[in-house]
């Protein structure tokens, strides 16, 4: 940022100088303070006042904008294991009235035949666990059972409340 001025000094006449206005700063003052006759009082005055302003100005901190994506944490892999992962409750419908709840995400040091087979004696239904290439082992069962599977997960300490996420109607 640089500002045309005509600055006196105290040898010559006044001149046209560009310069930023921080380092001009001291030397218009000093070369009021000396001669203030070349100028005037009124004028080198009102100059002192508006490079006290205009220095004001420049010793602000001036924030430039970055870049910001709004997808970096969809996009990044998150290393904990279980520290953002959620495990999602889905219901598939069938035909007519029957319908598929589906169980995702769970850890892999958990067993999924053991839940499995935990699940179906407490909900009196049949099930299985599927190979998705794309999801990993996906624990299928009979009939609406999100709200029943998410007690039972959270009862059992496989997964805390706040990492469950119920899809469907």
Request: charged residues 20%; hydrophobic residues 40%.
């Amino acid at each position: 940022m640089s500002a045309e001025l005509l600055l006196p000094l105290p040898d010559q006449h006044a001149c046209l100088t560009t310069a930023p206005i921080p380092n001009q700063h001291a030397r218009i003052t000093a070369a009021l303070s000396k001669s203030p006759k070349i100028l005037g009082s009124g004028l080198s005055l009102w100059l002192l006042g508006l490079f006290d302003q205009l220095s004001f100005m420049s010793d602000l901190d001036v924030q430039i904008p970055t870049a910001f994506d709004p997808f970096a944490d969809a996009n990044a892999e998150d290393s904990g294991a279980g520290s953002k992962e959620y495990v999602h409750i889905r219901i598939q419908q069938r035909n007519g009235r029957k319908s598929l709840t589906t169980v995702q995400g769970l850890k892999k040091e958990f067993s999924y035949n053991k839940i499995l087979k935990d699940l179906k004696k407490e909900f009196c239904c049949n099930g299985t666990v599927v190979q998705d290439p794309e999801l990993g082992q996906v624990i299928q069962l009979q009939g609406d059972q999100r709200k029943n599977v998410s007690t039972f997960l959270v009862q059992a300490g496989i997964v805390k409340k706040d990492n469950i996420k119920i899809h469907g109607f």
